[in-house]
C-alpha cells in the first residue's frame, strides 16, 4: 500500500501562505507507484465534513480546485522525488482545518470525493487567524 506523509502545516495569520508537502513511498495492491495516480488534498475543519481541495494528474499536466481556494492555492507535484505539494497562499480563518495528502484510487483517474481516494495521510493541522 501507498503510504503518505505530509509536512508543512503550522499556525499563521490571515493573509499569509503556508506551503504544505506530501512524501509518497510504497506500491498500490496493483503493484503501482504514486507516480500512476492522481494526488490530491482534502481538508476537514472541526464538525465539518472533509472536503476537497485540489488534485493533480498523474503527469502534473492537469489540475483541479475546490471554487473556495481557486486562485489562491496551487498544487505541484515531483515525479522524481513522489512529492506533491500545496502552496496556500492569501490564507483565511475558514482554511483552518486539518490538510489531507491523498492517493487516487484507480490508475490515471481523476479525484473528486472521497470515494475517489485509497490512501490518506495522517493530516497536518493548518491554523489561520483573523
Known amino acids: 500500500q501507498v503510504q503518505l506523509v505530509e509536512s508543512g502545516g503550522g499556525a499563521v495569520r490571515a493573509g499569509d501562505s503556508l506551503r504544505l508537502s506530501c512524501a509518497a513511498s510504497?506500491?498500490?495492491?496493483?503493484?503501482?507507484?504514486?507516480?500512476?495516480?492522481?494526488l490530491g488534498w482534502f481538508r476537514q475543519a472541526p464538525g465539518k465534513e472533509r472536503e476537497f481541495v485540489a488534485a493533480i494528474s498523474w503527469k502534473g499536466d492537469a489540475s483541479d480546485y475546490a471554487d473556495f481556494v481557486r486562485d489562491r492555492f496551487t498544487i505541484s507535484r515531483d515525479n522524481d522525488k513522489s512529492t506533491a505539494d500545496l502552496q496556500m497562499n492569501n490564507l483565511e480563518p475558514e482554511d483552518t482545518a486539518v490538510y489531507y495528502c491523498?492517493?487516487?484510487?484507480?490508475?490515471?483517474?481523476?479525484?473528486?470525493?472521497?470515494?475517489?481516494?485509497?490512501?490518506w495521510g495522517q493530516g497536518t493541522q493548518v491554523t489561520v487567524s483573523s
Open positions: 491523498v492517493l487516487g484510487r484507480i490508475p490515471w483517474t481523476a479525484i473528486a470525493e472521497t470515494s475517489d481516494v485509497s490512501s
Open positions: 510504497g506500491r498500490s495492491v496493483y503493484g503501482r507507484t504514486a507516480t500512476d495516480y492522481y
